[in-house]
């Protein structure tokens, strides 16, 4: 069955770098998109980037320039890189995958931004 996994993340000072990683397993994972997710105190979950299958990405306007989402289909893995963090990124972060009308989800990746 589809597994993914997140790793990565922890609290950080503005400004700061971290790096989300997504395990994959139990579907052809080059053959997909693949998403990231957040979810802020007191917010709706909302998309923050995704990756296809030919490697083309989008970003929401609020992190375009500052993350950068990438993937290794040797290691049915993908990453998130967020640079210059902000308190406002504060967030549960979560892996996306949509297989037709099916979405999984990952456990979670705590990320806060703090002095």
């Known amino acids: 069955q589809v597994q993914l996994v997140e790793s990565g993340g922890g609290l950080v000072q503005p400004g700061g770098s971290l790096r989300l990683s997504c395990a994959a397993s139990?579907?052809?994972?080059?053959?997909?998109?693949m998403s990231w997710y957040r979810q802020g105190p007191g917010k709706e979950r909302e998309l923050v980037a995704t990756i296809t299958s030919t490697h083309s990405t989008y970003y929401a306007d609020s992190v375009r320039g500052r993350f950068t989402i990438s993937r290794d289909n040797a290691k049915n893995t993908v990453y998130l890189k967020m640079n210059n963090l902000k308190p406002d990124d504060t967030a549960v972060y979560y892996c996306?995958?949509?297989?037709?009308?099916?979405?999984?989800w990952g456990q979670g990746a705590q990320v806060t931004v703090s002095s």
């Open positions: 996306n995958l949509r297989l037709g009308l099916n979405w999984y």
């Open positions: 139990g579907f052809t994972f080059s053959s997909y998109a």
